[in-house]
Structure formats: C-alpha cells, structure tokens
C-alpha cells in the first residue's frame, strides 16, 4: 500500500489528466486561438475537445483491450519490435519537444511580463531542476502533490474570471462566423494540437493506475477530461467578452484579465499572484512529460528503472530549451503550426493505427471463436 | 537504514539546487528606494516635432532622525525628457534623477491637445499597454494648451495633481454625468475595430487657470488616433446619456420660458437613466431609435407645486420634454461630425453582420443622414424629506 | 549463560562468602548498606540484609511485618528457626512467602539492590529474598508548563514510569489497551514502554514500529527522544514527525485514535508516532471548548502558521521585486520610512530576526527573576531604538514582531521551530528571485513533505492523498454529534462490546 511506489488510484489518475490538459492552457489559451478565430475561437475549442474525445476513446480502448500494458509494450505487440523502435524514438522526439517548449515558455512568460531583466535560462534551469526532483520521487508523490496545486490553480483561475464580471460584455460574443468557416477551421487545428490533442501522450501514464472493485478509468477520465475541457473554454468565452476584438492582441489573457480587476483597492494588482499560481500548471505539465519521456526510454530501451536517467534528461532539457527557439515569431510558429501538425499526424495517425489494428485482431479473434464453437 | 541515504541524497539535492539561486545576480531586484514612483505623468509635442515626457515623481519626506513617525510633508517634483519615443524619454529621465522610473503607481496620463490633434495618440498607448506597469485604472485626458503645466498645478485636496485630476474625472462620471473615464484596455479594444469614434475626457482649462473647470469630452477617432473636436460643455452629458454611460447627474428645469427671467430654477437629479439604441434600416435609410428611462428625485423646487398625479405627470413631462430636445440637438451635433459614439455601427455589426458588410463602407455618410426618434420616459421617485411645494411658499 | 557460569554466579552458601563478593562489587557505592542480623534460638545463624538507602526505604514496618509471616508455615517464629527450616519454607514458597522473591543468582541480587529491593541473605541458604519497597519521592504531579489549558484536566506525566501508567491505564480501562516493554542499555537498563490499543491500531504501522525500535536495545536511551531520533526516517528533515505532550488526555486521545505511544523510564515526555502535519495544529483543549469557537482558533492557527512561515520573505519579494502590488498610500509610507536606512531589505529582515532569535534564546535560558527585564529590555532595543538608530524600519519591526507571535501560537513547540527554521531559505529566495524564488522554495517544502512518510504512512495525509472528509476534524471542528456516526467511532464501540449505531 504506502510501499508501493508505482501506482496511483483513479481520482489521482482523473487529477493528473486534468494537471495535463490545463497544465500550460490556461496561461497561454486561448491568445492564439482568438488571434486566428477571433470571436469563434470557442467554438474552435469545443470541436477540439469533440477530437480529444475521439482520441481519448481510442486511447482507452487500446488500454483495456490490452490489459493495462502500455503504448510501448502493445506497440511491440501489435507491429513488431523493430517497427516499435522508429515509432517510440518518433514518440520520445515528440515529448521532448513538448517538455522543452513548455519549459521555455515558462521562461518567456516570466521574462516577457514580470522580471524583465533576468535572462531565461534562469527559469529554465530552475525551472527544469525542479521538474526533475519531483519525477525523481515517482509518480505517487508527483499525483499527491499535483492534487493540492491543481486545486490551487483552479481556485486562482475562477476567482480571476468571477472578480472579472463588472467588465464583461457579453454582447461582444458576436458576431460568429464574421469572415466564413475558415477562421474557425484554423483553430480548431490549433487547439487539436496543443492542448486537446496531447491526450495520446497521456496514455503512457495509464498503466500505472490501480483499478478497486467495481471502479471504470474510463467514466472517470472521461468526466475528467470533460472538466479540463470546460475550464479552458470558459475562459476563452470570458476573455473574448472582455476583450472583443483586442484578444487576440494580447499575449497571455488570463494573467491580462487579472490585470483589469479593481474592486476595491485591495483587490486590484492581484496580476502577479496570479500569474504565479498560473505557471504552476506549467511546471505540473513539465514533470509529468519529463516522466514520460523517462519511462518511454526506459520501456524502448529495458532499461533498469532506478531513476538515475532523470537527471541527464533534465540537463538535455535544459539546453534545448534555452536554444530551441530564436525568436517569439519562431515559438509561434513552431508551438501554434508545426506541433499541432505532428501532434495530429504523428500522434493521433499512431493511436488510431493501433486502434485498428486491435480491431482487426479482435474481430478474428471472435470470427475464429465463433468459428470454432459453430 | 534506507532512510538515511535518502536523507543524504536529499542534502546533496538542496546544495546543487541552492547554486543556480547564488549564481543569479538578482537582474531584477532593486531596493524600493531605488525606484522613482511617477504619481502622473504628461505627453506633449516639443517644437522639433519630438515627444515631450514630463514625469511627477514622488520624492520621499526628509529623515529626521528623532521621530518614529514617517514624515508628514510629501513633496513632488517635475522632470521633463525629449525624444522620439516615450520608452526612449523615460530612460533619459531615469538618467537625470538617477533611479528607475516605476509606472505602477501612476494615477493620470495627460496628452495635450496640440499632440492629440497632430499625432496619433496610438503612438503614446501603445507604451503603457506593452508594458505590465501601469495599472488599470490609470486616468487618461486630454488636457488645453500645455500638458505639463497641469503638473506644475497645485492640488486643491489631493495629495498630488495626478490623484487630484483622477478622482475629479471619477466624480464627475459618477455624480454629475460630465464626463466618463476610459481604461487603456477599452481604448485597446476600441482601436482593434476597423473605423470607430470614441470620446475620451478633457480638461477645458490649462494648468495655469484660477478656478478648475468642469471637465468635458473630445472626440476621438481610430485608426488616425486623432482628435476630431470638443465637445461643448453643454451637450457633454446628454452625449453621454445618448452612450448609454450617464449614471447620474442633474437636470435644471427654469421656472419660466426663458432662465433669465428671474423666477429661478428647479433642479432634478438623475438617480438613474438608461438609453437604449435600436438603428434600423427602413428603406436602406438609417433610423435610430433611442428609448431613454430615467428615474430621479427632486432636489430643488423654485415654483411647481407637485402634490397631485397630475402635477407629477405635468412635471416629468417638462424634464421629458427638455431631455428629449437637448438630445436631439446633441444627436445633430454628432451626425454633423460623422461621429458614431453611440455604437449604431457596433451595434449592426454585431447583429446583422452580413449587412452590415456592405454597410460599412460609407457609413460614415449613412450616419450623417440617419433619422433619430428619441423617446424619453421620466419617473419620478421622491421629493426628498420635504413636501412637493417650494420652501417659501405659503398656500396650503 | 552457560550452566558453569550460572553455578559460579549462584550463590553460596557460605553468608561471608556472598557478603564479600557483593561487598566487592558494591564497593565505593556509598548508598549501598549492609545490615547484619541474628535470628534463631540464642541468635546462633546469621542474616545480611544490603540496601540501596537511595533508592529504598528500609525503615518501613511493611518489611518487619512481612518476615514475622515466613516462619508461620513451621508454625513458628523467628526465635526459633533454624536454617533447615528456612530452607524448607523457602522450597515450598507458599503465600507466606508473598511479597518477597526468590533469588538465586548474583545476577538477580544485583538488578533487585539496584531496583530499590532489599534482599536479605541467609547463611547456609543459598537463595535469598528480595523485598521490593516504595520508592523514593518523585516529582509530584503537577499541570505540565509547557502546554497549559484553560478548560481540561491539568494532570501532567512525572519522571516515574509506573506513575504514568498509572494515569494513562486510568484513562483506558481496557484490556486492548496494550503495554508492551522492552529494556535498552546494558549499563543504564532503561525500561521503554510503548502503548497501543489493540485492533485499532493500523498492523502495518505497529509492525514497521516494532522493526524499527528493536535494535534501539543496545544503545543507552537517557530520553524519550533518543527514541524519536532512531525511528524517524528523514533525520535532515526540518519537521518533526512525532509528536511530545506531557498531557495525559492528549496521550489517551491519541490512543484512541490509533496511535502508538512511547513512554521511558525517567521522562515525563510522551512520545506519539506516527505524527502527521494535521495533527500538529490542533490541541486537546480544541475538544473542551465550543465547537464554533475552536473551529475559528483552528483557522487562525492556519493563518499563523503561514504568516510564520512567509511574512518576512513576502515583505522582501514585494518590496523588492513587485512594488505594484503594495497599495500606493503604503508605499509611499514605507518609501519615507525607508529612507536613509543603510541596509538593503533582505539585510535588514535578517538583522531584525537574527535579534529577535537572540532575544528569544536568552529569555528561556535567563532565570525567572530577570526574565520579564529581558523582555521589556528587548522591546525597546528591537523597536525604538533600532529605528531611531535607522538599522530598521518601522514596517520591518512589525514584520518582525507578527512573525515571533504567529509562531507562538502555533500549539507545539516541534512545528514552531522547524518554521523558525524554514523562514531563512524562504526569504533568500525572495530576496534572489522574488515571487518567482517563493514559488520555487514552496514547491520544494511541498515536494518533501508530500515524500517524507511518518512510520510509513504519508505525512501530508488527509492533505496530500486528498480526503476532504477529514478535513471536518481539521480546519474546523465539528460538534461531537457529527462524530458518533463516523468509521473510527463505531470500531471502538465495537472494540467496546457494544453494537454500533445503524
């Protein structure tokens, strides 16, 4: 029980989903999608959510269908070791884009806002140590740990929206569809990428569930999910109503909004605590992709699990978030075009392959049952 | 035991994690008495054609060394940079006092009307609305002549001119419906819009003036960011009840045909007054409809006597009456300028976009020619803890 | 021991023989007597009583009217006994042999002279009797000083191991309610008692107890906490992971709760483990008084609790790294008192609660006559005059000051020095990166505590693996009808013979 170190139960599995998909979103949603959709860039979003979803299906079809193992182990199962080499260090390739990126824009959002003179690596490495440590000490104390700060987070989150009420206007909503389909299309690429599509990368945490009597992973990760979806659609929708047409102007809306309430004088300039309590989202997401990446090496590789690799993982991380991005327009285009790209193709392509090929399987695997029972 | 080891991994963690906090050389940090506080702040145009920031900065009260009190003198004093950016002139102004100038207590920002009229005041907001600084509720107005010679003002009541200017534009939106107060992110959202007219507050009086005036609007136009005109003092507030932003003022009813006839006026506030904008297209000709509800009491009786239904109906019918002519010249005043505050244009833009699309165009010509129906309904609440009847007179 | 040495550590027959070896072992031991004395007819055989006059009474009757019982098996009495006859009574050691104990080794005669028994020895005898007597006055029972109540009992444990047992097996007059011994030191042979109710009690945690206390038997354990610094798995950790009291009701409550308690001879204190987060911030007295009142204590004990951690490294952060976030009229106060102040904030704040440590070391090792001088004399070095001497602000003092008295209203002492301690890492970091460094500190304190585990069981529990059901009993306190219905109680009615409540 307490001296097992590698498994979770089902509400910290259900809370470290909602750490995934919040985790970085909330600061950096929904700036992107309303510069490309502008007043539909909601709409955008609950589509995104229709295609997590359908990837969250396959994802958890492919988990019970395959008794709990994970995407590394049924992946050799289903197209072979070697095939699972290319695609796994396709997969690793993936997260450590993904950890880096998160990382660095912990450092942009800092230096770009609150401490402009401190030069990033700063929060890089800091800001990567940190991930590290708390990897290193397994993913029970990580679940423990991101329950108490996801609450924190969310707490901080709906206090800015509700304390923003006096500001909204709610006609600002319209009008949808101002200039065609188009607008809506790109943002539903964007945010099919990052964040609502990153829940195949999720998968390779599930096997460390423990399921009690009686208890579905997929009802709860399904609610779960579903939550994360709404607290990062409810800002979009507050953000356009208090922005209109400027949201997309500017750069990180959550932490703007906090910046507009004045209630009385002390609750005005609360912008930099949250911001704060924004950005521990960012370091949850961090760690658990850092874990995964860790766990994806050493599943592809069977490597002993002793957690001596975190560290050299954190340092390479480290470096490559500091030199991975040579301007604002470079993190733009890389984070907002060619991720959701990859994250789609590469990611979802290789869900949904799995997905049909266990199909496949099952399907004559009972053709051959019936077969021999008829 | 195990737990020991870990005890000592942990040890060795904290040192490695204590080293990238030594090797930081706190980029950031600075003693709070290294920054200069600037309470408000002035933009004017020098006359190369550059920028002219003028920054009023606190300067902290003398250390007397006897007292536990902080010190009860607060004094400011003025600075002044030129150069072509305001980012450039606040680093110039850094250098002469010798610490960071800090935007976060910044109460005003006064633009001159010379640089409203010739610059886009885009250029100066843009500064402000990058930064993280300023905050919020930061006062923006136009001010008559020289915007640094407001500084050099002295506050009636306020410790400073800056808070002084600001609660004097907060007063006047809130209790006399002369003015309105713009937060830099409404100009923000104002200035994503393809073509809109907004008003921001002015100050009809230059710092230099005996008695302050009351503070009245301008008129603003994106994407020039220029200033198209003022505002006269008389059709400020029914300007603003026309925007729907009037939340309470007054309205002075003479007593007779003409005020100069020596009967004297009755005063009626406003408690609360909404107006609502329908614009319709009848025709391809642009109707506005403007339905105003307000709602107030009486402050002051001179010569009506309010005791029957009647005597109310009669009343509120003046104030109706008034409102709605006032109204109507304001409207006539802001169709001759081409001048769509009342956000006829948002309006169609938001429910009927894709006329609108087509409507954009000239709209500015199509406002000029609409048709406004203004219709004002008055409720009257009270007469306040005395009868309807004027103080001296005698009739039971 | 093997039979050859147990034959030559048993004793003699010979009274000279056994007097001269327990002299010699005994010798320059003051306290240790013997006594010669004469029984029989004609007073022919000889008898040696030895003593520890320290550590027993030997001018009691009780003995005198306990050694006229023995010869009463013969039918007769001291006069005439003879060796033969004692022997015969000793062998057959019916109930008038009662209170007395048969020794038969040097082994045993040693260990009972030294436990406060008398021992008697007889010549041509080769047993002896022990004769255990009161012992030496102790402390009294007194309120324990360091956790008074306004509302509750005031009895506090002593020095005397079977007095608190006394007043713990008072409490809980259940036969599941078990004591279990062990003896550590092979000089000091301390007895260390630990206590558990039975069937409450969580197997694995008694059991990971159990594993880690036994090798304590070969260290001289002077204090209960000797035992504390053994079990405990994080020695490096700044919070404590068991708990003292020297109240016997918070010892009891504990039991009940299902808890392990530790008692050793020769200390008042009563250690409890395993210890969690939660349990520091509540009091036994939380239970004497209103439920809406202590729940507000309770809730401004968490306010302490942060302010202590983090008021000073909050002044430094905001005053250094964020001015936008203090309300301008504050600011501009602090900006002038500020002024002509030498230090930067971080020195300034470590200067003032360098003193205020000082301060706060001297008045507890200060004799009570001149510590209240103390106390007057540190307000007006710490306050006025630092600020007339401009070292400090007036806003440091009262940073300052706040977090000394959020930090002694923290109920036990363990947690409020482990913040006292916690606070320096806290403002560093403030003072390196601001708000960024505070948020880096706090998920470092977060991380270890969510890792540490108190005899295996998390530390963060009813926090970390979240269960806001137990949160009832800790941010505020529910009345006790709430509680009659709860899992804990209906095993102790269980426990207790009776059926629970449906």
Redesign the interface.
Same mark, same amino acid.
């Given at each position: 029980?307490?001296?097992d170190r590698s498994t979770i139960n089902l509400?910290q599995l259900a809370g470290l989903l909602c750490c995934y998909v919040i985790g970085s979103a909330i600061v950096f949603i929904p700036n992107p999608l309303t510069a490309a959709a502008g007043n539909d860039a909601w709409i955008s979003m609950t589509l995104a959510y229709g295609f997590g979803i359908i990837m969250l299906t396959c994802v958890l079809y492919l988990h019970n269908r395959h008794d709990g193992a994970s995407v590394i182990a049924y992946s050799r199962k289903l197209i072979g070791r070697t095939a699972t080499y290319p695609v796994g260090l396709l997969y690793i390739l993936m997260l450590f884009f993904a950890a880096c990126a998160v990382n660095a824009s912990i450092g942009d959002f800092?230096t770009s806002v609150?401490?402009k003179r401190?030069p990033s690596y700063?929060?890089h490495t800091?800001g990567m140590l940190?991930s590290a !440590?708390?990897a290193r000490?397994g993913i029970r104390?990580m679940a423990?740990?991101f329950?108490?700060?996801l609450w924190l987070m969310l707490f901080f989150s709906l206090l800015v929206m509700i304390l923003a009420i006096p500001i909204y206007q709610p006609a600002m909503l319209l009008p949808l569809f101002e200039n065609g389909i188009k607008p809506m299309l790109h943002g539903l690429f964007i945010s099919a990428g990052f964040p609502f599509g990153e829940i195949v990368i999720f998968a390779m945490l599930l096997p460390f569930v423990r399921l009690q009597a009686g208890q579905s992973i997929s009802k709860a990760l399904y609610a779960s999910y579903s939550f994360s979806a709404l607290m990062l659609i409810v800002p979009t929708i507050c953000t356009i109503m208090a922005f209109g047409p400027a949201a997309g102007y500017f750069n990180y809306s959550l932490y703007r909004l906090s910046i507009e309430i004045h209630i009385v *004088?002390?609750f005005q300039?609360?912008e930099?605590?949250i911001?704060?309590a924004l950005?521990?989202g960012s370091?949850m997401k961090a760690t658990l992709l850092l874990f995964i990446i860790y766990q994806c090496l050493i599943q592809l590789f069977n490597l002993k699990d002793d957690h001596v690799l975190m560290y050299p993982l954190s340092v390479t991380c480290i470096f490559l978030s500091a030199t991975m991005f040579q301007s604002p327009a470079d993190f733009q285009e890389q984070v907002y075009t060619i991720w959701p790209f990859t994250v789609i193709v590469v990611g979802g392509g290789l869900i949904l392959l799995f997905t049909l090929i266990t199909w496949i399987k099952h399907r004559r695997y009972l053709q051959a049952e019936r077969g021999d029972t008829s | 035991m195990p737990?020991?080891s870990?005890?000592k991994g942990?040890?060795t963690a904290c040192c490695l994690?204590m080293i990238p906090?030594l090797l930081?050389g706190?980029w950031?940090?600075?003693?709070?008495?290294n920054?200069a506080?600037v309470q408000a702040a002035s933009v004017d145009l020098s006359k190369d054609g550059r920028l002219r920031l003028t920054s009023q900065i606190?300067k902290?009260?003398s250390?007397e060394?006897?007292s536990?009190s902080?010190?009860t003198g607060?004094s400011f004093f003025n600075i002044s940079s030129d150069n072509d950016t305001i980012y450039g002139a606040s680093l110039m102004a850094s250098n002469e006092i010798g610490r960071k100038l800090?935007w976060?207590?910044m109460e005003t920002l006064i633009i001159s009307e010379a640089f409203a009229r010739d610059r886009n005041i885009g250029e100066v907001l843009d500064f402000f609305s990058r930064s993280n600084?300023p905050?919020s509720t930061l006062t923006i107005v136009i001010a008559k002549g020289d915007a640094s010679s407001h500084l050099n003002a002295k506050p009636l009541v306020e410790n400073n001119v800056g808070k002084q200017l600001a609660s004097s534009i907060e007063t006047a939106q809130i209790l006399t419906g002369m003015s309105i107060s713009v937060s830099l992110r409404e100009l923000s959202i104002l200035a994503k819009q393809r073509e809109v007219t907004f008003v921001l507050p002015y100050l009809p009086f230059t710092g230099a003036g005996a008695l302050p005036h009351t503070p009245t609007l301008a008129l603003f136009r994106f994407p020039e960011g220029k200033l198209i005109d003022i505002v006269p003092v008389s059709k400020t507030p029914f300007l603003l009840m026309l925007m729907n932003r009037y939340r309470n003022g007054f309205v002075n009813i003479p007593c007779g045909e003409d005020k100069n006839n020596g009967l004297g006026s009755e005063a009626f506030k406003i408690g609360s007054l909404r107006s609502t904008i329908k614009p319709r297209l009848v025709n391809d000709q642009l109707t506005v409809h403007v339905g105003v509800q307000v709602s107030g009491s009486v402050k002051e009786l001179a010569c009506t006597h309010i005791k029957t239904e009647d005597d109310v109906s009669r009343f509120t019918d003046k104030i109706a009456g008034k409102l709605e002519k006032r109204l109507a010249s304001t409207a006539a005043y802001l169709q001759e300028k081409e001048a769509d505050v009342l956000g006829a244009g948002a309006h169609l833009h938001r429910w009927h976009n894709s006329r609108w699309k087509s409507l954009q165009q000239n709209w500015g010509e199509r406002f000029k020619q609409a048709r406004f129906e203004i219709n004002v309904h008055v409720r009257l609440t009270n007469t306040g803890i005395d009868a309807g009847q004027p103080f001296s007179a005698n009739e039971p | 021991m093997t039979t050859d040495s147990r034959k030559t550590n048993a004793l003699h027959d010979d009274i000279t023989f056994n007097r001269e070896k327990l002299e010699g072992v005994f010798s320059r031991c003051g306290d240790v007597h013997f006594q010669q004395w004469n029984y029989g007819d004609g007073f022919a055989f000889q008898a040696v009583s030895v003593y520890c006059s320290s550590l027993a009474d030997y001018s009691s009757h009780l003995l005198q009217r306990a050694l006229e019982k023995i010869p009463g098996y013969e039918s007769e009495d001291w006069n005439s006994m003879t060796p033969e006859k004692l022997r015969r009574c000793l062998q057959v050691n019916n109930a008038s042999l009662q209170p007395f104990s048969l020794l038969e080794s040097f082994e045993n005669v040693y260990e009972s002279v030294m436990h406060g028994f008398i021992v008697i020895l007889f010549d041509q005898v080769n047993q002896a009797l022990g004769f255990p007597t009161e012992s030496a006055a102790r402390r009294q029972i007194t309120e324990p000083v360091n956790e008074p109540a306004v509302h509750g009992p005031r009895e506090g444990t002593t020095e005397d191991l079977s007095l608190n047992l006394t007043l713990l097996r008072s409490r809980i007059r259940n036969p599941a309610f078990k004591f279990e011994f062990l003896q550590s030191g092979a000089v000091t042979k301390s007895a260390i008692c630990f206590g558990y109710l039975d069937e409450v009690v969580n197997p694995?945690v008694l059991a990971e107890f159990r594993r880690r206390v036994e090798s304590i038997t070969d260290y001289e354990v002077l204090e209960t906490s000797y035992i504390d610094d053994w079990i405990?798995?994080?020695? !490096?950790?700044p919070f404590p992971q068991v708990r003292y009291t020297e109240r016997t009701d918070t010892a009891a409550a504990a039991v009940l709760d299902g808890k392990i308690i530790v008692l050793v001879e020769n200390s008042p204190m009563i250690m409890i483990c395993p210890a969690f987060l939660v349990d520091f911030m509540g009091t036994a007295e939380d239970y004497y008084v209103r439920s809406i009142f202590s729940s507000f204590i309770r809730m401004l004990r968490l306010l302490a609790f942060i302010i202590a951690l983090t008021l000073p490294s909050l002044y430094i952060a905001l005053?250094?790294?964020?001015? *936008?976030?203090i309300?301008?009229v504050l600011?501009?106060?602090?900006?002038?008192?500020?002024?002509?102040?030498p230090f930067?904030?971080f020195f300034e704040a470590l200067v003032m609660e360098a003193s205020f440590e000082l301060l706060r070391e001297a008045g507890i090792r200060l004799p009570r006559t001149v510590g209240s001088a103390v106390s007057i004399v540190g307000a007006l070095v710490i306050g006025?005059a630092a600020?007339?001497a401009?070292i400090a602000s007036?806003i440091m003092v009262i940073v300052v000051a706040l977090t000394g008295i959020a930090s002694f209203a923290i109920p036990h002492y363990d947690l409020a020095i482990s913040l006292r301690l916690l606070r320096f890492p806290y403002m560093?970091?403030a003072?390196?990166?601001?708000?960024?460094?505070?948020?880096?500190v706090f998920?470092?304190t977060?991380?270890?505590l969510?890792?540490l585990?108190s005899l295996?069981?998390?530390y963060?529990t009813s926090?970390?693996?979240?269960k806001p059901r137990d949160w009832r009993d800790l941010f505020v306190r529910v009345p006790l009808k709430v509680f009659l219905r709860s899992p804990r109680n209906r095993k102790l009615l269980r426990l207790g013979g009776r059926r629970p409540h449906p």
């Open positions: 029980m307490s001296s509400r800092f609150m401490m401190t700063i929060f800091i940190l !440590l708390t000490s104390v423990r740990m329950f108490l700060l *004088e002390l300039r609360m930099a605590i911001g704060i950005i521990l370091y | 737990s020991h870990k005890g942990w040890l994690c906090f930081s706190c950031d940090k600075l003693e709070i008495n920054w506080f606190y902290p009260g250390t060394a006897s536990m902080p010190s607060s800090q976060s207590h600084e905050k | 694995d405990q798995e994080s020695t !490096l950790s005053s250094t790294f964020h001015p *936008e976030l309300p301008t600011l501009l106060a602090i900006v002038d008192s500020r002024e002509g102040i930067p904030a006025q600020i007339m401009k007036p560093i970091a003072s390196l990166l601001g708000g960024y460094g505070l948020m880096v998920l470092l977060l991380l270890h969510t890792s585990h295996g069981e998390p963060l926090i970390a693996p979240f």
